[in-house]
């Protein structure tokens, strides 16, 4: 018995070091400093809200989700860097979101003012030291139906197809590749 319990010993323990030196052996990818995004989805949501003015308002929120990977992880940004290099991140953003309207048969651009997307103001490697990163961001806008036609006058009362282009930004100012989103209707019937 204490043989058979021996082999067994140095056969899980043969297997361990395996396994050990296995995983010794993954190596970090290698990817590109510059960021790489994929379009993940986008979605809707549609509720109903109180107007402000004895009346209701219809709102549809829009989420968006990209996969992003980063050889350095430099993506996001925190209030006090921004301040401390003023010169440098004027005017920063880090998530950009372009809007394409669906006009007879074709995708057009629309400007909003102010444009779409914004910062992402957080680090997403808390140790922030360089490495690769990967992960999803998702960013969420409202459309209030109340307002609508105020964006630009393209845009009909009803069941308006939109679709977004993305791109984000690192701390080095490298720019991603651009992604379109999927075609969604706001405000249908």
Sequence with gaps: LTLRIMKWSI???GLLIFLGGLL????EPEWSTVPAITFKQIQKITKTSNDGFGGKAKIDSVIMSVNFQDGDGDLGITQAELKA???K????RNFEVNVMLKKNGKF???T????LGGLMNFKFKADQKSGPIEGTVDYSTQ?????YKGY?????EKNDTLKFQIFIRDNALQTSNVVETDPIVIFQD
């Design 85 to 87: 290099n003023p010169t």
């Design 112 to 115: 909003f003012s102010p444009s």
């Design 11 to 13: 056969r899980i323990l």
């Design 143 to 147: 459309f209030v139906y109340a307002f």
């Design 152 to 156: 630009s006058p393209l845009f009909t």
């Design 89 to 92: 991140y004027k005017d920063f």
């Design 24 to 27: 010794a052996c993954v190596k």
């Design 108 to 110: 057009v651009p629309i």
